[in-house]
């Protein structure tokens, strides 16, 4: 090993003994039990219903409570102290309302940080003293070490852990104290958080979801088809910014744009008042209970017919200039009669419902007019100089990725593209043909080289982020096709059919499974694809975990619109050392309806798989880093403390 570097590395580790302490430490750790990954995906805007998730650790922090207090407590109660665990500050304050006198209270606070120290106790037993350190509440670190390693035999230490407690509750600590062993408990938990995909679009508030992401301890992202769609908005795409306007407008998010990202929409509302009216099938869909005025639901249906006309035309271009997309029966506007108001597509003609192609030039429709283009470039400056979005895009290229191999498991968003035999689907770009691990591959590095490209609008790179969103092989999208012109202007429903890549259907054959697995270098007899992306039918009986327990398909739908197709919230899986549990979650109505009530909106957990033996850290991602570092501390010692 390079001397240099242990020289180096003989600062930090400048005596003997920590040298050895340290080797000690992480020998110890890698005989713990693994700690307790999370899975989400799909969260789709919906920063609520995902706090309560992380909050209540897809039910973790309830079971550890019923194991420790259901023999004393009521289901009520046990309910109750739940809530209490999940949003501390709002709780106690209900819970203080409610009693008459100050000796109830404080009855209530003595019982209450017992049991508060139970837990944490219990919810760190597999972790390391440090660890459980570092999670708990700096200014109480101290008082909360005393309070938890008392054992109930040294009875006559009693005494002195009371008074410790009513010296707190009489400095008026007790409700700071109370929350911070809750928010510790929330970390305790859960070891490390995979968001699978798909932050952004449809719901109200992405920007909450990212910072909360930014301030989780551990976390990594495999970017869904609707983060790439925002990544390509801020590396340079014009469409892929004209896509995310689009959405917004459709789903009545427009303040995500305006009050979230600080981006000017005037320049689009001006251009939109001058082209476009009321259309039905550009309204935007209220899922909320401010609905916004009859004025304010018109500029919004303008704005958005502006910028989907904006983004057909843009998608023309690239399609033109990238044959190997393979995209020609996509050039819509082409293919559009103008006079008659209809479009041939495969050979049948459609009448358009209420077009609004005022901005298109029927001799060259793909044209951009000269006011489109300065909307578009004043937009893309905007967006490009957002500060926020820039921390936002910068942290999702820095814990995110295309696929995620991650202690035996292969994480991915949407799919692997497949032919109807299972075979690897080929891409060529640039006369080279990529399948498999390899596609993914070429498609992050063009991903990557655009975000680092920003000024780039045109290349490759940037036009590759789009095919990611709406690509034939894209592992993203996987579907031949995105009707969305379809949608708006054509009422038969057969044109808005979406055909799937096999995938979708042949992730339920195990050999499939496995195969994939094994083109990632995965151990197909023990790892698992956890897939997001498509909503999992519950109502219809769908089950989300297919090939004989090789695939989990996460996807229930936080996402609202979507719920009264699924049936249910949202899935998510945990991975203990026990095995794997697959979550549902019922719907989320509001953290308000949980502290009233009481109750939690999980459901049933179905075992995936059972682990024959408790796994240990040794066995995982994070045990191959300490063996390495172990390897590094014993050549330190060699070189340094056994000449
Ligand atoms: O929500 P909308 O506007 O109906 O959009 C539907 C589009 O979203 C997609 O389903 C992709 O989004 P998801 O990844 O959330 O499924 C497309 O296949 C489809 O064209
Ligand atoms: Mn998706």
């Known amino acids: 090993m390079n001397t240099k570097y242990l020289d180096l590395l003989a600062q930090k580790y400048d005596s003997e003994e920590k040298v050895v302490t340290e080797i000690i430490n992480l020998k110890a750790i890698l005989n713990l039990p693994k700690g ?35 023999e004393e407590m009521s289901g009520k109660e046990l309910d109750e102290f739940a809530t209490l665990v999940f949003y501390p500050e709002e709780k106690i304050k209900l819970i203080k309302n409610g009693f008459d006198n100050n000796e109830e209270l404080e009855m209530w606070y003595t019982c209450t940080i017992d049991r508060m120290i139970k837990l944490i106790s219990y919810a760190s037993s597999k972790y390391t003293r440090s660890k459980l350190r570092k999670a708990l509440p700096t200014q109480f670190v101290y008082i909360i070490e005393e309070l938890l390693y008392k054992t109930d035999d040294i009875t006559n230490k009693e005494s ?94 427009l303040e995500i744009i305006e009050d979230a990202y600080g981006i000017n929409l005037r320049p689009l509302l001006n251009l939109a008042e001058k082209y476009y009216g009321d259309h039905a099938a550009f309204r935007p869909k209220i899922h909320t209970d401010d609905k916004p005025s009859d004025h304010e639901q018109l500029q919004i249906t303008k704005m958005h017919q502006a910028i989907a006309m904006i983004q057909f035309k843009l998608e023309s271009s690239i399609i033109k200039r990238r044959p190997y997309f393979n995209m020609s029966e996509r050039l819509l506007l082409e293919k559009v009669d103008y006079d008659r108001e209809e479009i041939t597509l495969h050979g049948n003609t ?161 050999e499939v ?94 075992l995936v798989d059972k682990e024959l033996e408790r796994k240990k850290v040794l066995e995982t991602n994070v045990g191959e880093e300490l063996l390495q570092e172990i390897y590094i501390l014993n050549s330190l010692m060699e070189y340094k403390y056994m000449k």
């Open 160 to 253: 002195y852990y009371k008074k410790i407690v009513q010296q707190i509750i009489s400095l008026g600590q007790a409700d700071k104290l109370i929350s911070g062993l809750a928010y510790a408990t929330q970390k305790l938990v859960v070891d490390h958080l995979h968001v699978v995909g798909d932050i952004y679009d449809r719901g109200p508030e992405p920007d909450k979801i990212m910072e909360t992401l930014i301030h989780y301890p551990s976390v990594d992202i495999q970017w869904g088809n609707h983060d790439v769609l925002w990544i390509g908005a801020f590396a340079g795409s014009k469409v892929c910014l004209a896509n995310i306007l689009r959405i917004c407008a459709r789903y009545n998010n």
């Open 513 to 606: 499974c496995r195969k994939i697995l094994a083109e990632f270098d995965l151990n197909p007899d023990q790892g698992h694809i956890i897939n997001g992306h498509t909503p999992v039918k519950e109502i219809e009986g769908e089950n989300p975990i297919k090939a004989g327990g090789k695939m989990v398909v996460i996807d229930g739908g936080f996402s609202k619109a979507y719920q009264s197709t699924t049936g249910i919230a949202g899935y998510t899986l945990l991975y203990n050392s026990f095995g794997m549990q697959l979550v549902a979650h019922k719907r989320f109505n509001s953290k308000e309806e949980v502290l009233r009530d009481g109750t939690d909106v999980l459901s049933v957990k179905r």
């Open 350 to 510: 459609y009448p358009l419902v209420n077009p609004c192609f005022s901005t298109i030039d029927p001799e060259d429709p793909n044209r951009l007019l000269e006011e489109e283009e300065q909307v578009i470039e004043k937009l893309l400056f905007s967006i490009q100089h957002s500060e926020k979005l820039a921390r936002h895009m910068k942290f999702l290229m820095k814990k995110g990725s295309l696929y995620l191999k991650y202690n035996g498991n292969l994480l991915i968003h949407g799919c692997i593209p497949v032919d109807e035999e299972g075979n690897m689907e080929k891409m060529t770009i640039e006369d080279k043909s990529y399948a498999g691990r390899e596609l993914l591959d070429i498609f992050e590095h063009y991903l990557r080289h655009s975000f680092a490209n920003p000024k780039e609008t045109d290349d490759l790179a940037t036009d590759m982020v789009w095919y990611l969103w709406t690509g034939q092989y894209s592992s993203l999208f996987g579907k031949r096709e995105m009707t969305t012109f379809e949608r708006y202007f054509i009422s038969d429903k057969a044109t808005h059919k979406e055909r799937k890549n096999p995938y979708y259907y042949l992730r339920e054959d195990e």
């Open 36 to 70: 307790t990954e999370h899975f989400v995906s799909d969260l789709h805007g919906e920063y609520q219903a995902f706090q309560h998730v992380l909050r209540n650790g897809s039910g973790r922090v309830k079971e550890k409570i019923r194991d420790l207090f259901e």
